[in-house]
């Protein structure tokens, strides 16, 4: 056999092997959620700002004012609901996010709110060299930690592109948690080639992201094609599935996408439902993490 094997050529050693480089592990389910509430809401913000023009070379002047936009009008519009409503969020802030709005950064964190990692420039990880991406992952942390003046303790890959090499990374520098697969609804430990790294994972998924049904790309002929009160009905039917089975409803949302005032109110609706139920535990990721992995059954 010459040149590189298909895929339905590899020995069984390589398939399997790739499979479980990366893998759920124990489920990490509590037993139950502090002061009795049935559902823990876990809402995020991927801070992304001119990043997703930036990370692949571009120099479109249109799309970084789209980026500007997420720290001009939607950091500030979300940041007035909650502080209204007194919520318990994490922020996900890629280094030259935290290096361009710095003071953006620090009133996340002096307002208590959460700020994790989520990468260098909104990289993908998967197309780097292992040593550049953990030289771009302990860079990341240490702006992170000068900025906010805490270090991060949970990781958002950008785009949610996670690499051969990325838990090894993450488990490396000691992080709780990591929240970027798609294994599980509930939180777990993840393994390394099937050893037990102690890293938490409260998994994403893409149907709980407001960027897959909003974005706007006229090039790539990419358009918008869902309308916000359908994204509110998705939204609403994985928090009620969510409360009914008494587990973590998550939600990732983007200032640049979510922030603007036809769409802001699916946040404002989402968190009022949370809130009649009376029974709902707002908290960070990490809270949510450190929680989980003391509380197991």
Known sequence: MTGTPEPWQWDESVWRGKVNRVRAGRPLRPTHWPDGARCAVALSFDVDHE??????????IGAMSRGQYGNRQGVPRIMDLIRREDLRV????????ALLYPDETRMFAAEGREVALHGWIHERNSILPPAAERDLQLRAADVLE????QRPVGIRTPSWDFSHVTLEI???????????L???VDCHELLLD????????????WIRDDAVY????????LRPYTPPEAVFDIFRREFEAAHDEGGIFQLTL????????????????LVALMKDKGDCWFATHAEIAEWAKGNAA
Do not use: K
């Open 146 to 149: 000068r900025i906010a003046g």
């Open 182 to 184: 798609m294994a599980d």
């Open 254 to 269: 983007h200032p640049h996408v979510t922030g603007y005032r036809s769409r802001l109110w699916i946040l404002r609706d």
């Open 194 to 205: 099937g050893q037990p790294t102690g890293l938490v994972e409260l998994p994403v998924e």
């Open 51 to 60: 990043t997703n023009e930036l990370r692949d070379g571009g120099a479109s």
């Open 90 to 97: 994490s922020f996900y802030v890629p280094a030259v996010v």
């Open 214 to 221: 909003f974005n706007m790309n006229r090039f790539a002929a």
């Open 170 to 180: 993450s488990r490396d520098m000691g992080l709780l948690y990591d929240s970027s």
